[in-house]
């Protein structure tokens, strides 16, 4: 009895395409292609203004490189966590206590360490308000 084979490029899952929103074509972004994709994003970032803008500015940036180096000192790369236990994470960032868009600050004494899955899940809730 022989072993039928199949060739390597028949393994290999094809990317998949779908329909630009706005034009139509296929293409293997997510929702836009090439073309309108850069179109979009620059209507996005219109809108939505620079990171200085939006207010993280160079103080902000010294400021959570401060508080980032001060608790990678202190407890290495350890997430305190939020809404669920502490864990180890890699990719820690600052996170406002209260966020910029309440009326928060970017002094160190707003900033706090959160891994950035937790980051991302706090979004802007209040502490003591938890997804889990």
């Given at each position: 009895m022989r072993i039928r084979t199949l060739p390597i490029a028949r393994l290999v899952p094809m990317a998949i395409r779908r329909p630009c929103l706005r034009c139509g074509r296929l293409t293997t972004n997510a929702s836009?292609?090439?073309?309108h994709h850069q179109e979009w994003q620059r209507q996005r970032d219109a809108v939505r203004g620079s990171a200085s803008q939006?207010?993280?500015d160079s103080a902000y940036r010294k400021a959570r490189a401060a508080v980032l180096a001060e608790h990678r000192a202190k407890y290495g790369d350890w997430c305190p966590g939020w809404?669920?236990?502490a864990h180890s994470a890699q990719d820690l960032t600052a996170d406002h206590i209260i966020p910029l868009a309440?009326?928060?600050s970017n002094r160190r004494n707003n900033l706090r360490v959160l891994c950035r899955s937790c980051n991302s899940r706090r979004g802007s809730r209040p502490d003591g308000f938890s997804v889990l």
């Open positions: 836009r292609c090439d073309v939006r207010g993280y809404g669920g236990p309440a009326g928060g």
